[in-house]
Structures are given as C-alpha cells and as structure tokens.
C-alpha cells in the first residue's frame, strides 16, 4: 500500500511564496502519474497539478499557470509543488495523490486513488 506523506504548508501573505513536499513510503511504479490536488473550504476538490508516469509531461490547472511549478525527483519518491505569487484564492488543504491514469482529459480528483493526508495553505492579505 503506497503512503503519501505532505510538508511545507503553513501561512503566507498574498504575493509570497511556499514550496510543498510530498514522499512517497515506496518508489512510485513506472506507470503512475503523481499530483497535487487542493481543497478549498467549502468546495470540492479540484487537481492543481499532475506530473505524468514519464516524468516530463506536465498539467497545470489554469488558476495556477505561470505560478505554480511541479517537480519530481528520478526515483519518484519526491514531487514538490512550488507555489509563487500566492493569492487567497489558493487558500486549501493541499493533497498529494498517485495513480495510473487512463485517457480522461483532464484527469481529475476522481481518477486517483492513492491520497496523503494533505497539508493546509493559508493565504492572507
């Protein structure tokens, strides 16, 4: 059973940066994707970013476009998400979760399976 653990969330003001971690308790297989999916409060949970199983081929919500940066370490054993200009719209509990992902586009919170515990982001004006 694959175990997502989260870091690196906490409070920031509006136009600051934070960088999250995500490890995963064993090497990802080759043919899972990796993501960070977010949970506003009240609202549903929607993918802010995926890196696919190839390690090269990225999605990015459009909300985050232009700020927001997925990484991956050659083991997948580590994805960050680094978070610049942060708005109080990107206020969440920000999940990682992995799966094998078909051919949905987009893929979305539904299609994964293995979940952290998520890490909260607070931004503030």
């Known amino acids: 059973q694959e175990q997502l653990v989260e870091s690196g969330g906490g409070s920031v003001q509006a136009g600051g940066s934070l960088r999250l971690s995500c490890t995963a308790s064993?090497?990802?297989?080759?043919?899972?994707?990796m993501a960070w999916v977010r949970q506003p409060p009240g609202k549903e949970r929607e993918v802010v970013g995926i890196?696919?199983?190839?390690?090269?081929?990225?999605y990015y919500a459009d909300s985050v476009k232009g700020r927001f940066t997925l990484s991956q370490d050659p083991a997948k054993t580590n994805l960050w998400l680094q978070m610049n200009s942060l708005k109080i719209e990107d206020t969440a509990m920000y999940y990682c979760?992995?799966?094998?992902?078909?051919?949905?586009?987009?893929?979305?919170?539904?299609?994964?399976?293995?979940w952290g515990q998520g890490t909260q982001v607070s931004v503030s004006h």
């Open positions: 890196i696919f199983h190839d390690g090269r081929d990225t």
């Open positions: 979760a992995a799966n094998y992902l078909g051919g949905k586009w987009p893929p979305g919170a539904g299609d994964f399976y293995y």
């Open positions: 064993t090497s990802i297989t080759s043919e899972y994707s």
